[in-house]
C-alpha cells in the first residue's frame, strides 16, 4: 500500500470535517424539502423525475458534466501540465449551448408524448420495442455502477482525510488510501446519508444537492481567485515564475511533463473538443435532466446562466492553479493544489480555518450529488426496466414504492460492499465509463429526435457498437501496457509480437498506468462515435423501416380537435 | 400529407445552428492554438491581460465569444414551444 501521509503534509484540523458535517446536515434537510415538494399521487415520475418541474437553476446547475472532478482532478492537471490544460478544457465554451439546444426540446417532447420516465423507457417506447429499452438499461447500469463505487471510495477518503491526524488533506477520486477503521467509518457515514436523503427526497433531493454544491463551488472558485493572484503577484508574474520552475512546456502546447510524454498534442485536443460537447448532452444523465425541464423557457435561461457559471469556474480555476505553482514549493501530489493553496491564502485573514473547510467540502458535496443521481438512475433502471417489465407489470403504488426504495437501499449496499476491498484499477473503469455513455448513446439519442428512418435495431446497433469499439480500444491499450511492462527493453516471444502489430507506446496523453491504445493519436471516444454513427444508419438503411403509425406519432403534428359548430 | 410537428421543425434549426456554433469555435480554436501554441520559441512569449498571448487569443477570447452567443441564441433564436402536458391525465380528469 503506498504511503500516502506527506512529512510536511498540511491538515486543515478540524474545519473541514465541521463543514462536511454542514454539507450532510444540509443535504438531509434538502431531501426532507424536497420529499414534501412530490405529489403523492404520482409516485414514479414525482420520484424519479421531480414531475417535469426543473426550473432555471436546478436544471443550468445539474445538467452538464459538472461533478467533484471539477474541483479534484482538473486543478492537479493544471499544476501538473501549465496553461495548456485551458485548451484540454476549452470546448466547455459551448458546452451550455449544446448542452440544451442539440436533443433537449425533443428529449423533453418525446418523454412527455410517451410519459416516461427513464431513458431506457423512452426508447423503448420511441422505437416500441422492449429490446431497445433493455439494451440501454443494461448498458446504463454497467457504466453508472463502475462509476459509483469510485465516488463511494472518493467520498470514503475524503470522510477519512478530513478526521483530524489523518494526515494530509487530499482532494483526489483515485487516491491510494490506506483501508482502515477510518475509512470504513468514512465509507458506512457518506453511504448512508447519500442514501438515505435520495431515498427521502428522490431526484429533487439529487438536484438541490447538486444545486446546492454548485453555488458553493462558485463562491469557493471566486474567493481563492481573489486571494490567490494577488499572492502570487498576478498573473503574468504567476506564469513567469513557474516556467522558471519548470521548463517552457508550462506556459505552451502540449504542456509540460517531467516524463518526456506530450500531454496533449493536436491529436487529443481535437478529442477533448468532441468529447465534453457530446458527453454533455448524450449521456444518460444529462438527458434525464433535460427530460425534467419544466418548458422551453426554462431551457432558454438555463443555457445563459451555465454559460454565466462556467465562465465563473474553469478560466478561474486555471488562474488560482498556476498561481499556487508560483507560491508554493513543488510538491509530490498535484491533487493537494487545492487544499494547500487554499489553506495557504486563508491563513491570515479572519474566519480562514472555516473558510478552508467551506471550500474544501464543495467536492465532498459534489461527490455526494453525483452518486446521489447515479443511485437514482440505476435504481430507476432496476424498477422501471426489470420489476414493473418482468416480474409485476400491474403492482400497485405501493408495491412500486417499497420495491424503489428496496432497490436504493440495494445500490447502496453494493457500492459499500464494494469497498470493503476497492478494486485496484477502479478508476481506470470511471474513465472508461464516463466517456463511454457518450460513445453509445450521442447517436441514438440524435437518431430517436430527428430521424424518421431510424430503427430499434439500427439504434441497438449504434449503442453495441459505440460501446465495444470504445471498449475496444481501451482494452487494446492494456495489452500493449502490459506488453510493454512484460517485454522490457528488449522484448521476446508474446510481448514481442504484441508491439509488433500495436508498435510502442506513443507517449501521448497521461502517464497513466491503464491507458488506451490511441488509435492515429486521437481518443477512444472518437472512433466510438464514428462506428456508433456508421452502424446505427447502416443498419437503420437495411432493416424493416419503421411502422408509419410509430413515425407519425413522434414526427408529425398532433390533429387538432375539430372546433366545435 | 401531414404537417411535421413544430417542435421538430424549431428544434431541428436550433440543433444546426448550435452545431454550427461547435464547429466555428472548434475550428477556430484548433487552429489559432495549433499555429501559435505548439513548437513555440519561449522568447517569443507576450502577455495579453496576464494571459499568455495564445491562451488568450485561442480560449479566453473566443470563450468570451461563445457566451454571448449563448445569450443572443437563448433569448433571440430559440423559440418557446409547447412541449405537451406533462400530466395529461390529470389533465382528462
Known amino acids: ?565 | 400529407m401531414p404537417q411535421e410537428d413544430p417542435v421538430l421543425t424549431s428544434s431541428r434549426r436550433e440543433m444546426l445552428v448550435a452545431f454550427g456554433i461547435w464547429l466555428t469555435a472548434t475550428v477556430y480554436s484548433l487552429s489559432y492554438c495549433g499555429l501559435y501554441g505548439y513548437n513555440r520559441d519561449p522568447a517569443s512569449l507576450k502577455f495579453v491581460f496576464g494571459f499568455p498571448d495564445w491562451i488568450f487569443w485561442g480560449v479566453v477570447f473566443p470563450w468570451g465569444l461563445c457566451t454571448v452567443a449563448s445569450g443572443i441564441f437563448a433569448f433571440g433564436f430559440m423559440r418557446d414551444e409547447d412541449l405537451g402536458d406533462p400530466h395529461p391525465e390529470e389533465s382528462d380528469g
Open chain 1, 1 to 565: 500500500m503506498p504511503e500516502v501521509i506527506l512529512a510536511d503534509a498540511p491538515s486543515p484540523g478540524l474545519a473541514v470535517l465541521g463543514a462536511l458535517l454542514v454539507f450532510i446536515a444540509a443535504s438531509v434537510w434538502l431531501g426532507t424539502m424536497a420529499q414534501r415538494s412530490l405529489k403523492k399521487q404520482r409516485f414514479l415520475e414525482g420520484f424519479f423525475l421531480g414531475n417535469r418541474g426543473l426550473g432555471a437553476w436546478t436544471l443550468a446547475l445539474t445538467a452538464t458534466v459538472q461533478s467533484g472532478g471539477t474541483f479534484m482532478g482538473f486543478p492537479a492537471l493544471v499544476y501538473s501540465h501549465g496553461w495548456v490544460v485551458t485548451l484540454w478544457i476549452g470546448s466547455y465554451m459551448v458546452v451550455p449551448l449544446t448542452g440544451f439546444a442539440i436533443v433537449g426540446k425533443r428529449l423533453a417532447q418525446i418523454s412527455r408524448k410517451t410519459q416516461t420516465v427513464t431513458v431506457p423507457d423512452m426508447f423503448r417506447e420511441r422505437y416500441a420495442a422492449p429490446r431497445v429499452g433493455l439494451t440501454a438499461s443494461l448498458l446504463i447500469i454497467i457504466f453508472l455502477s463502475f462509476t459509483m463505487i469510485a465516488q463511494f471510495k472518493a467520498g470514503a477518503t475524503i470522510m477519512k482525510l478530513s478526521i483530524p491526524g489523518s494526515g494530509a488533506f487530499v482532494l483526489s477520486e483515485d487516491l491510494p488510501v490506506e483501508i482502515d477503521m477510518k475509512f470504513y467509518l468514512g465509507l458506512a457515514v457518506f453511504g448512508v446519508t447519500v442514501v438515505g436523503y435520495t431515498m427521502i427526497g428522490g431526484f429533487l433531493a439529487s438536484v438541490w444537492t447538486d444545486l446546492f454544491q454548485s453555488v458553493m463551488m462558485a463562491f469557493g472558485v471566486m474567493i481563492l481567485l481573489c486571494l490567490a493572484l494577488p499572492a502570487a503577484g498576478g498573473m503574468e508574474q504567476a506564469t513567469v515564475v513557474a516556467m522558471e520552475r519548470t521548463g517552457p512546456g508550462y506556459v505552451f502546447a502540449p504542456g509540460y511533463e517531467p516524463g518526456g510524454r506530450d500531454f496533449l498534442p493536436i491529436g487529443l485536443a481535437i478529442s477533448m473538443f468532441f468529447i465534453w460537447v457530446y458527453a454533455g448532452f448524450a449521456t444518460p444523465a444529462s438527458m434525464i435532466r433535460v427530460m425534467a425541464a419544466q418548458n422551453t423557457e426554462v431551457m432558454r435561461k438555463s443555457i445563459c446562466l451555465l454559460a454565466c457559471y462556467n465562465c465563473l469556474i474553469y478560466v478561474p480555476l486555471i488562474m488560482i492553479c498556476i498561481a499556487a505553482r508560483a507560491i508554493l514549493p513543488d510538491f509530490n501530489q498535484p491533487d493537494e493544489v487545492i487544499p494547500r493553496i487554499a489553506m495557504h491564502v486563508t491563513q491570515d485573514i479572519p474566519f480562514g480555518g472555516l473558510l478552508t473547510g467551506l471550500i474544501l467540502a464543495a467536492p465532498f458535496g459534489a461527490i455526494m450529488a453525483s452518486v446521489s443521481c447515479f443511485v437514482l438512475v440505476i435504481a430507476s433502471g432496476l424498477v422501471q426496466d426489470i420489476y414493473l417489465r418482468f416480474i409485476n407489470p400491474k403492482a400497485t403504488q405501493d408495491q412500486i414504492k417499497f420495491v424503489t426504495r428496496a432497490a436504493m437501499v440495494l445500490v447502496g449496499f453494493v457500492g459499500i460492499a464494494a469497498n470493503i476491498y476497492p478494486p485496484k484499477y477502479l478508476q481506470a473503469l470511471v474513465v472508461i465509463s464516463g466517456s463511454a455513455g457518450a460513445s453509445a448513446f450521442v447517436t441514438p439519442a440524435l437518431m430517436a429526435c430527428y430521424w424518421r428512418r431510424s430503427t430499434a435495431n439500427g439504434v441497438m446497433a449504434a449503442m453495441l457498437c459505440g460501446f465495444g469499439v470504445y471498449f475496444g480500444l481501451y482494452a487494446t491499450g492494456w495489452i500493449q501496457t502490459w506488453a510493454l511492462a512484460v517485454g522490457g527493453e528488449t522484448p521476446t516471444g508474446l510481448a514481442a509480437t504484441i508491439l509488433g502489430i500495436l508498435g510502442p507506446d506513443r507517449g501521448i496523453g497521461l502517464a497513466s498506468a491503464v491507458r488506451p491504445y490511441y488509435l492515429l493519436s486521437v481518443d477512444p471516444v472518437l472512433w466510438g462515435l464514428a462506428a456508433s454513427a456508421v452502424a446505427g444508419v447502416g443498419v437503420s438503411l437495411i432493416t424493416t423501416p419503421p411502422p408509419a403509425s410509430l413515425v407519425s406519432r413522434f414526427f408529425d403534428a398532433p390533429e387538432k380537435a375539430p372546433s366545435p359548430a
